[in-house]
């Protein structure tokens, strides 16, 4: 048996843990930098704010009808996930942390004798322990258990929030009702083709006549979420993902930019926060990207997204060579494009490889000092906060995250940003 | 119910993120008299594990203000909060109270239930229907700077 917990709106329940006033009332979380809505409270949702709207578009109506807007504070989403995702592997030991507010658990090998109870538990445990609400939704695989989920979600009052796909009855009845874009896997492009073709639910997904066709599209995914949706697990869970492949910190300017001396600062900036990522997972990467874009509705029928790569004859993890790098490209992509206003910029490091796992140049190798350097950087930047030692060509004034003037504070994470309560 | 027992399995996990820091002993070649200490070497006192019983439900809560100065809670003391721990009478808890937090000493009664101040200038609070109460979690330390 396997189980998707997921948490209700997740970033907007974690301001609510702390500011229960707003339990209830409206509330949408902006991306970072301010920019359009990533999450949104029911209510947000009932009173038409669209996911992914932008903010300066709907800042009337946001007032208008009165609802509570807050910038994304990761770190406090970050802390309260890790508890609900510990809370969960106390329920059993095989947890798939799916991203942060999803986690898919199986129970093979032990006795759950009732497990529309056992997901009661799990959701008082989480609900009473940190405050975040949770839907589980059990089935006997992966892709099956994304569909029960959705449906206790969606009839919360009914199920309690729980609900069990045990029986094939419950099966058929449950694809049926599942639209074929709210599918696992199914995505925009994907759903168009599949209405084109009269596959319109999950049940239709499975039926045998579209077997030839799902296999010649989707290839051997298509099969095994069609086995999935069948019933048939094939598909486990996955090892925690330590390291990820690449690395990017990309980000729109709050002004638009053309000098070239605020770009590079930003590009250092980015570099900085890119590389200081790549120590703390312990890789080093290979090849550097940077890309520029600019307003294409403001340039239209120009060029507007450029950029740029280097692979190095050797793997890195210093802010110092991996910097040095970006802003020489930054160099080429400016050149020919002065006076235009970019939007925004970015540095992405690929090619990872673990740290120890670097090998030894016979020609070209960093010099060990940047070891050293980085070192102390990591080490005092940990222990001020907020990344105060920074590069030469940084802006000391300049943070990297810009624009964030709904945000709330640090709770879990800052001791000086605690919760503070009047005591009258 | 022996059903339900059967199902509040409780899996327990190493803690692989906590430093513990682990004496070193360096006794180990002497050629004299070996300390008679090394067989009782311990790992010395870490608060996060005496104060924080369940870190997965704790929370630390900074106060201002004076209504609770009785019980030992000072103005800018931190609370250190539980939220796995269930409300009980004589318990002091973080409490919402209709819009605002508050930490007060619960007091039930029949029927009624009370949240007291530990300060004889502040009024007991009577939690009635019309009030909107949650208990946000228990107080189990409280921790001073001198």
Known sequence: MYALVDCNNFYASCERVFQPQF???????????????????????????????????????????????????????????????????????????????????????????DYHNYGIQMKSRVQKWVGIPV?????????????????????????????????????????KWTKIEDVWGIGFRLRKKMIAHNILTAYDFTKPQHEAWIRKEMGVIGMRLKYE????????????????????????????????????????????????????????????IVMLVIDKHKYESQKYYFNKAVTLPYATNSTL????????????????????????????????????????????????KHLAIMKAMDFLNTKIGDRKVKLGTQNLGLTWNMNQNHLSPRFTTRFNEILEIKCH | MSLKKELSLTFFRPELESELKIPYIKEGVSAGFPSPATDFMESGIDLNKELCKNPLATFY???????MI???????????????????????????????????????????????????????????????LIIWGIVTYVIKNL
């Open chain 1, 229 to 288: 949706l069948e019933g048939k697990s094939v598909l486990d869970l996955e090892p925690i993902r330590e390291q990820k492949k690449s690395i990017a910190t990309t980000r729109s300017f709050p002004k638009q930019i053309s000098e070239f001396d605020d770009l590079r600062e930003r590009v250092a900036t980015f570099s900085a926060v890119c590389t200081e990522k790549l120590r703390k997972q312990k890789s080093c990467c290979q090849t550097i």
């Open chain 2, 61 to 67: 809560i900074k106060v201002n203000g004076n209504s």
């Open chain 1, 23 to 113: 339990i209830g009332k409206p509330v949408v979380i902006l991306s970072n930098n301010d920019g359009c809505v990533i999450s949104r409270s029911n209510e947000a949702k009932d009173l038409g704010i669209p996911m992914g709207a932008p903010e300066f578009k709907i800042r009337e109506l946001l007032k208008e009808k009165n609802i509570k807007v807050f910038s994304s504070n990761y770190p406090l989403y970050g802390d309260l996930s890790n508890r609900v995702m510990k809370i969960l592997e106390g329920f059993t030991p095989n947890v798939e942390i799916y991203s942060i507010d999803e986690a898919f658990l199986n129970f093979d090998g032990m006795s759950v004798s």
């Open chain 1, 135 to 175: 839907c589980v939704g059990f089935a006997p695989t992966k892709a099956l258990s994304k569909v029960a989920n959705r449906i206790a979600k969606k009839f919360q009052d009914r199920t309690q929030g729980i609900y069990v796909i045990d029986t094939e009855e419950k099966r058929i009845k449950a694809l």
């Open chain 2, 70 to 132: 009785n019980a030992g809670i000072n103005d800018k003391d931190i609370l250190v909060v539980d939220r796995s721990l269930e409300p009980q009478n004589n318990k002091i808890a973080v409490c919402f109270i209709d819009g605002e937090f508050t930490v007060k000493r619960i007091k039930t009664e029949e029927n009624c239930m009370y949240l007291l101040p530990e300060n004889k200038n502040y009024q007991p609070i009577k939690v009635t229907d019309e009030n909107e």
């Open chain 1, 321 to 368: 060579t991996i910097s040095n790098v970006a802003i020489s490209m930054l160099k080429d992509l400016y050149k020919g494009n002065e006076g235009i206003k970019f939007k925004k910029a970015g540095v992405i490091v690929t090619e990872l490889i673990d740290e120890d796992k670097k090998q030894l140049q016979l020609f070209e190798e960093e010099n060990p």
